[in-house]
Structure formats: structure tokens, C-alpha cells
């Protein structure tokens, strides 16, 4: 089980999946290979051509209202998605390239979205601020998009074309703001 779950990391999901067919009663049946055939299954749910996943939270930012993700995409623009945690160093190493390619591209066409998991909302609402974040953020949200999206770390940056379509998962640095500005040159 250990071997399988470190063998995910390495491989695409349609590969984990053909291993899970071949995979003996006894072994899927270790404890936490229900949880990864879980995550697998939702990787391959919400994989690149697939629709986005709703899901609604309670937000802790502003006003403590309930927000869905379908709130900020589906709904004719590009939308980079920035699932990420104020303690998460990698997250806060990708934050001046999100704004470099926010600057340069928000409007009509393309927007940013940041989606707060795994964290405590005063932290998070810190963050914003220390971090420069200027695009709207959904706070609060724990693993609930983790789950949903299959995410095993953070950052984990998206883009989800104007109809709700994944265009792109694991967008980082140069090659994120290449394929923004590829889908909307």
C-alpha cells in the first residue's frame, strides 16, 4: 500500500488506474487505500477537459457568507485558479508570477482566483495582505476542494476556460503565464 500510494505521485492518473485494476482483493483492502483510490478517482473527475467541480463553503473572509466556486468560474472568462495556504512557502514563491500575469492580463477574458484550504482565515487574511493577493479569494475552505479536485499539495494552479472547462492542472511560473497567454492571444 505504502509503495502504491508513492508509485501515485510518479505516474498519470489513467496509469494509477489501470494499476488499481490488477491490484489483488488483499491489498485494496490495506488500510488508506481507500482514501487514495479516493483522490485518484477525483484527479481523473476533474482532470484536464473535464467540467470544474462545484463546491459551497461557508467563507470566513468578509462576511461569513456561504460562497460556491461556480460564484467565480463558468461564467465566460479564463480563470486561473490558485488553490494555496498562507504557510505554504512554495504557494507564496508563485504569488508575484499570479500577479505579474494578472496584471498584465485581467478583464473581460481572464481573471484570478485564489482558494484558501488547509488554513485558519486570520492567517489566510494576513497573507492577503502581506502577499500582495488583489484578486478575490475564497477563504475558509479546508479540504474541501482537495478533495473534490484530488489535490495531495499545494500549490496546485488551474485554468478553467470561459465555459467551466480544465484547460490546465499544475500550472506553475513561466509555463502558467505561457499558457494563459496562449489561450487568449
Keep these: 500500500a505504502d509503495i502504491f500510494t508513492a508509485y501515485t505521485n510518479f505516474v498519470s492518473p489513467a496509469e494509477v488506474e489501470e ?3 490488477t491490484m489483488p482483493e488483499s491489498l485494496m483492502n490495506q488500510p488508506g487505500m481507500a482514501k487514495q483510490i479516493a483522490a485518484i478517482e477525483a484527479l481523473v473527475a476533474t482532470g484536464e477537459g473535464k467540467m470544474f467541480t462545484d463546491f ?5 473572509g468578509v462576511n461569513g457568507e456561504k460562497v460556491s466556486f461556480s460564484d467565480y468560474v463558468g461564467k465566460g472568462k479564463y ?8 504557510w505554504c512557502g512554495p504557494c507564496k514563491a508563485e504569488i508575484p508570477n499570479i500577479i505579474e500575469i494578472y496584471k498584465e492580463c485581467a478583464g473581460d477574458k481572464f481573471d484570478v482566483l485564489g ?3 488547509w488554513d485558519k482565515v486570520d492567517a489566510t487574511k494576513k497573507a492577503v495582505e502581506t502577499e500582495g493577493i488583489i484578486w478575490p479569494v475564497i477563504y475558509n475552505c479546508q ?3 482537495t478533495d473534490i479536485y484530488g489535490i495531495k499539495g499545494i500549490p496546485q494552479i488551474m485554468l478553467i476556460g ?3 472547462t480544465i484547460v490546465a492542472r499544475n500550472l506553475r511560473g513561466d509555463a502558467m503565464k505561457a499558457k494563459v497567454r496562449e489561450v487568449l492571444s
Design 19 to 21: 494499476a488499481i485494476k
Design 56 to 60: 459551497t463553503i461557508e467563507d470566513g
Design 79 to 86: 480563470v486561473l485558479v490558485d488553490f494555496f495556504a498562507s
Design 115 to 117: 482558494v484558501a484550504v
Design 143 to 145: 479540504a474541501i476542494p
Design 162 to 164: 470561459p465555459d467551466g
